[in-house]
Structures are given as C-alpha cells and as structure tokens.
C-alpha cells in the first residue's frame, strides 16, 4: 500500500517533488527507496503521515489539499489493479445492480480491504441519504493535529473507488471529523445522491 502512495505521488507530483517532499519530511532514507512490491506492512503510519504534513506545509493547505486529493485519487487505480485478483471484484462495476447496491457492496469490501492489509481500522455506518466511512485508527492524520480536518489522501481515494464502481459517477465525499482536530475517529461523509 505504501508503495502505491508513493507510486502515485510520483504521477501527480513528479520524482522531483516526491523526491522534495520526503527529504521535507525527514524521510530522506525513502527517495528512490520505495517499499518492496508485496503484503509485508513495510510502511509506517508514521511516514504517511509525515508525508502528508510535509506536503501541506510545502504547498500550503490549499495546494496541499488538492495535490493529496489526486494523489488519493490515482491510488485508487493502482490499489485496484494489484487487488482485483485478491478481491475478485473486477466486474463489480458491470454487474446489473441497481447503483446503491453496488455502492454498499463496495464499501464494504474497500472496508474490508483495509482491515485486512493494513494496520488502518475502519467501519461503516449508514444513515438514509448517506454513508459513514468511519476511521478509527488512521494512518492520513497519524499523531497530527490540524485546525481542519486532514484526511484528502482518504478522501480522494473513497471518490476515485465510488466513481470507479458505479462507472463514472460523482459523489459528495467530505470528512467532517478528524481525529487530529480531536475528535475520537476520522468520519468522512458520502452522500448516497451522486452529484453528477
Ligand atoms: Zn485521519
């Protein structure tokens, strides 16, 4: 997983600005030294999270906000070519279900993706127009505090598996809880009403 990040980093921000903001971050050990190809938790919370800060503070909260929602984003497409064959799920977005079907089906199973590959915690809770993807131990905002909550890197990639399963489709995703503006876990909101 934690290669995919960085992979993914790498297409939105160029090897120069990964290679930037790690050294930014004091992970200077981590340019050109990506984690091995494999399930192995071989990447800290700790070095997410710093990443994360670190590019916030090199491209300030707006244009941090926006490179770690893309970044999310493009995670998202790597995660799901080295996972399909894990998850078999590869047709999920073609199978003749009506659309908040396949939503909660595959909420579910990047849910349970998560819980099983990484040492992130996550579950779901409903409400009738909307999903929570609740966080409870996450690796984005790991031992940060932030006035705002800071999550994009979960946030872009929840958009990018919603529009990748309900083929194209947008939906309003937004974290309005976050555990380093001290709330207990990260709660991002998804309206089940796409947006376009
Ligand atoms: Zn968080």
Avoid at 20 to 43: I, K, Q
Avoid at 52 to 76: K, P, S, V, Y
Avoid at 158 to 178: I, M
């Amino acid at each position: 997983m934690g290669r995919i990040v960085l992979t993914a980093m790498d297409d939105i921000m160029g090897r120069p600005g990964v290679n930037a903001t790690l050294n930014y971050a004091g992970l200077a050990e981590r340019v050109d030294s990506y984690p091995p190809n494999n399930l192995e938790l071989g990447f800290s919370f700790t070095e997410l999270a710093m990443i994360q800060e670190a590019i916030d503070q090199l491209f300030g909260e707006r244009g941090g906000r926006a490179l770690a929602l893309r970044t999310g984003r493009e995670t998202f497409k790597y995660a799901l070519k080295d996972f399909m064959p894990i998850l078999g799920i590869a047709d999920l977005a073609f199978r003749p279900l009506h659309l908040g079907i396949k939503i909660k089906i595959g909420l579910e199973i990047f849910a349970e993706t998560f819980n099983k590959f990484t040492d992130q915690v996550v579950r779901l809770s409903e409400e009738p127009d909307r999903h929570l993807w609740i966080i409870e131990r996450c690796p984005v905002c790991w031992q940060r505090t932030s006035e705002r909550p800071c999550c994009h890197l979960a946030v872009g990639l929840l958009r990018e598996s919603l529009n990748w399963v309900s083929n194209g489709r947008e939906f309003l995703v937004r974290e309005d809880e976050c555990v380093a503006t001290g709330h207990d876990a990260c709660v991002i909101t998804i309206v089940k009403k796409p947006i376009r």
